[in-house]
């Protein structure tokens, strides 16, 4: 599955203006039920918040990865925010957060869900990505370098292991 299947334009934000972590984690819900509006956005919220309560999703270098387990869903879904400032993630290595990328994933995980978070996790590790995402100054543009970063969501192997074929 390709990125730009879990993720559409309208739920990535350029610039956007959070006061701490909370308010992104609001931020975020609000672009994830842009693709979902079935779900309601406390519940989105609700969710990433008990997610971070696990543990800080923060994976260092001032990128966030929050994301959650939800029933109702079979794909996984994203949003992605560049912030116009950093906000404090609780990080490993102190440095505060200017990009963040949530994920939606079923309750119950599948093989091909896991390859999801495991490509993510590797594209918002790659500083020449990071480097372009900090770069963009709009969101069109920002959704561009995010899904011509060649990640993909679950690879093709991942995909057909998952599926049984």
Excluded at 13 to 31: D, F, P, T, V, W
Excluded at 60 to 65: C, E, H, K, M, N
Excluded at 93 to 121: M, N, Q, S, Y
């Amino acid at each position: 599955m390709l990125l730009e299947e879990i993720i559409s334009p309208d739920a990535v934000l350029c610039n956007a203006q959070a006061r701490s972590k909370k308010h992104c984690l609001e931020i975020l819900s609000e672009l994830l039920v842009r693709s979902r509006p079935e779900f309601a956005n406390g519940e989105i919220f609700d969710s990433l918040i008990e997610r971070e309560r696990l543990g800080c999703t923060s994976l260092g270098l001032g990128v966030a990865f929050p994301r959650c387990r939800f029933d109702g869903i079979k794909t996984s879904v994203a949003a992605f925010v560049r912030l116009a400032d950093t906000v404090d993630f609780d990080s490993q290595d102190g440095v505060p957060v200017d990009l963040v990328f949530g994920l939606i994933v079923p309750k119950e995980l599948e093989a091909c869900h896991r390859a999801d978070i495991d490509a993510i996790t590797s594209m918002l590790s790659d500083d020449a990505v990071l480097e372009q995402l900090r770069a963009a100054s709009t969101s069109n543009e920002l959704y561009h370098a995010l899904v011509g970063s060649g990640a993909r969501a679950c690879p093709p192997a991942a995909a057909e292991s998952a599926r049984g074929s």
